[in-house]
Structure formats: structure tokens, C-alpha cells
């Protein structure tokens, strides 16, 4: 990961989450969109504490980031609690303090359908929008309810075409792109829910 401050014209996909755990799932959508895009890095950001979730059943920050590092390679997927380092808690923030941290490099949003779906609940969510631009990777069950919602409509006229992906990173904001990419079933709520299964001497 470049230091603060670092001057090359990176292109650096940015996936932020919980990440409670990692798992393949995650590794899948960084490995897709790092070839889509045509990305030198991306960033796993390990968040302090999601504003959206509840508190209960997270893992500390510490089991978080270790469970991140596992699916990364630590070159080109790198985990990272950036944000606990940056004081930051919402995305709004994040992104402004890492565009003055790396002034030349060239960053893209990467979220899942459901998060485009609920994308007009987050602070500021037209701000980000404006910041940087966004690569929407698919989720079972989430695809036709995030292309039909509030946050795909309001931005339907920045919207490109999935042939143009490998040009989002040079695009100015508001712009984003579907990338349709085979999808991956796991979660993390599946994981949880079948440790505690385990613990409890069930097997589903």
C-alpha cells in the first residue's frame, strides 16, 4: 500500500465493509474488478464500525482485518483499517481525506447491488457520487431491485455502458458502471450463522 502522500497516477479500487469475516465471496468481486477495471490496486477497507449495522455480533476490528489479510495477496488486494487511522467513520469523509492523502491517484467506489439499493441511506450518499466514480458488482437475489431503486434512477444519465468499465477509473464523477461478473452465493451472515451452528454441535 502507497504511502501518505504518494504521488503516482495509481488506479485503486476501494471495497469497503464490515468484513465480518472475509471470506471468498470478497476475494471473488476484488479478483473480477481488478481485471475489469484494468486496476493497479484494491484496497480492502476494514471499517471501524458501520454506521448502518448493528453493533451486535461484530467481531473486533483487530479479527476483522486479520480475516481481510487472508483472502489479500498484500500487493495488488491489500486490507487495510485505513479509517481508524483517518478518523473517519462515514464514506463521505473517507473518500475527501484520501483524495488529499493521494493527489494523483485515481480511485473507484466498488459495491455490491444490495449497497447500490440502499445507497440513499448513506451521509451524503450524492456527495460520494459526485467524488468518485462507482463499479456495481452483482449480488444473488439483489441485481433487479438495485437497477430499478432511487440511487440507479437518480443516476441514470451517469450510468456507461459495461464495455466502457475499464474506463471508469479515468472518468470524472458522477459515473458508474454494472459489471456483470458470475456471482458468488456467500455472505457473511451465512458464515456467522453456521459457526455458531458448529459451536452449538448442530451441522446444517
Known sequence: MPRFGDRRPLRIGLLGGSFNPAHAGHAHIASAALRRLRLDQIWLLVSPGNP???GNGMAPLAAR?????AIADGRRIVATAIETALGTRYTADTL???????????????????????LPRWNRWRAITRLIPIAVLPRPGE?????AGAAAQALRRSRMPPRRAATLAALPAPAWAWL????????????RAHAKSRSRGEFP
Open 96 to 118: 475527501a481525506q484520501l483524495r488529499r492523502r493521494f493527489p494523483r491517484a485515481r480511485f473507484v467506489w466498488l459495491m455490491g447491488a444490495d449497497n447500490l439499493a440502499q
Open 65 to 69: 482485518l486479520a480475516s481481510a489479510r
Open 52 to 54: 448502518l449495522k448493528n
Open 143 to 147: 441485481t433487479r431491485r438495485a437497477l
Open 180 to 191: 456483470p461478473i458470475r456471482e458468488n452465493p456467500l455472505s457473511a451472515t451465512a458464515l
